[in-house]
């Protein structure tokens, strides 16, 4: 009898040549060559199917042929070694290229020093919905938005700025037509101020109602308190509730009333024209 003991030791820790060899996991690249262990069947994989018995790879062969095969453990052969097929890992979702004004993403921006140049609202709705969508740009350009707190300061506020060479004003006039208040105060600035505007009474009102899940912009009698008035008929609570509701319901350009839209791209290209 020989002295070896094949029954000795710890039953629990399993036969020294029983033990299953690790079998690596390779991921399923498209084109990696690979055989299907059972069958013999040799392909390059082409894709990846699911049913409701599991993930299967789609391996075509030299011939053109399409075969199925279960992701299953050791169940493939590479360089004529049993491996196991993973599903590559989904690729991450592409990144924006588009910023909202419809203009190319700078990725990796960095702050650039501010121009000269300044672009001037009337108010603090219209500062927020220009950052909203042009945001991206400004930052590019180096472009800062300023509002007036109201039209009847513009003028003061010019001879502070002195407008010039390296030193362009871009001014968006709410209710900007022809005869009224805001066309009176907008004339005969000089070359280095462009005024640009919009007809609606508000820049609220130049937001597309169906970005607000609204039919359309109900009408405030003269005399009346315009965003007291929507906020009244529309039930968005005081004028500040409503603010918050305009300002969520705009992501991009195509929110907006094409008026604004051309009149913020003007003033833009005007303050960042080379002298």
């Given at each position: 009898?020989?002295?070896?003991?094949?029954?000795?030791?710890?039953?629990?820790?399993?036969?020294?040549?029983?033990?299953?060899?690790?079998?690596?996991?390779?991921?399923?690249?498209?084109?990696?060559?690979?055989?299907?262990?059972?069958?013999?069947?040799?392909?390059?994989?082409?894709?990846?199917?699911?049913?409701?018995?599991?993930?299967?790879?789609?391996?075509?062969?030299?011939?053109?042929?399409?075969?199925?095969?279960?992701?299953?453990?050791?169940?493939?052969?590479?360089?004529?070694?049993?491996?196991?097929?993973?599903?590559?890992?989904?690729?991450?979702?592409?990144?924006?290229?588009?910023?909202?004004?419809?203009?190319?993403?700078?990725?990796?921006?960095?702050?650039?020093?501010?121009?000269?140049?300044?672009?001037?609202?009337?108010?603090?709705?219209?500062?927020?919905?220009?950052?909203?969508?042009?945001?991206?740009?400004?930052?590019?350009?180096?472009?800062?938005?300023?509002?007036?707190?109201?039209?009847?300061?513009?003028?003061?506020?010019?001879?502070?700025?002195?407008?010039?060479?390296?030193?362009?004003?871009?001014?968006?006039?709410?209710?900007?037509?022809?005869?009224?208040?805001?066309?009176?105060?907008?004339?005969?600035?000089?070359?280095?101020?462009?005024?640009?505007?919009?007809?609606?009474?508000?820049?609220?009102?130049?937001?597309?109602?169906?970005?607000?899940?609204?039919?359309?912009?109900?009408?405030?009698?003269?005399?009346?308190?315009?965003?007291?008035?929507?906020?009244?008929?529309?039930?968005?609570?005081?004028?500040?509730?409503?603010?918050?509701?305009?300002?969520?319901?705009?992501?991009?350009?195509?929110?907006l009333e094409s008026p604004l839209i051309g009149a913020v791209e003007r003033l833009i290209d005007f303050v960042t024209e080379p002298e």
């Amino acid at each position: 009898m020989s002295g070896r003991d094949n029954y000795g030791g710890d039953i629990f820790s399993g036969h020294a040549g029983a033990r299953r060899r690790a079998v690596p996991e390779v991921t399923a690249d498209r084109d990696l060559v690979v055989e299907d262990a059972a069958s013999g069947f040799c392909g390059a994989v082409v894709g990846f199917d699911r049913s409701y018995d599991g993930e299967f790879v789609k391996l075509e062969d030299r011939r053109g042929a399409v075969r199925l095969f279960a992701l299953r453990e050791a169940a493939f052969l590479l360089d004529g070694e049993p491996v196991t097929l993973v599903r590559p890992a989904a690729a991450p979702p592409a990144a924006a290229t588009r910023s909202a004004s419809g203009s190319t993403r700078v990725d990796g921006l960095r702050a650039r020093v501010a121009r000269g140049s300044r672009i001037w609202v009337e108010g603090v709705h219209d500062a927020a919905l220009v950052e909203r969508v042009w945001g991206h740009d400004l930052r590019v350009e180096g472009v800062v938005v300023e509002h007036l707190e109201g039209l009847d300061n513009l003028a003061a506020r010019l001879a502070e700025f002195a407008p010039g060479p390296g030193r362009r004003v871009g001014v968006l006039v709410d209710h900007l037509i022809t005869g009224t208040k805001e066309d009176r105060l907008t004339q005969g600035l000089g070359p280095y101020v462009l005024v640009t505007g919009h007809p609606y009474v508000d820049v609220w009102e130049a937001v597309k109602p169906s970005a607000l899940g609204i039919r359309e912009w109900p009408r405030v009698p003269r005399g009346e308190d315009w965003k007291t008035g929507i906020c009244t008929r529309l039930r968005w609570g005081s004028p500040q509730d409503g603010w918050r509701r305009v300002q969520a319901g705009v992501n991009s350009f195509r929110d907006l009333e094409s008026p604004l839209i051309g009149a913020v791209e003007r003033l833009i290209d005007f303050v960042t024209e080379p002298e």
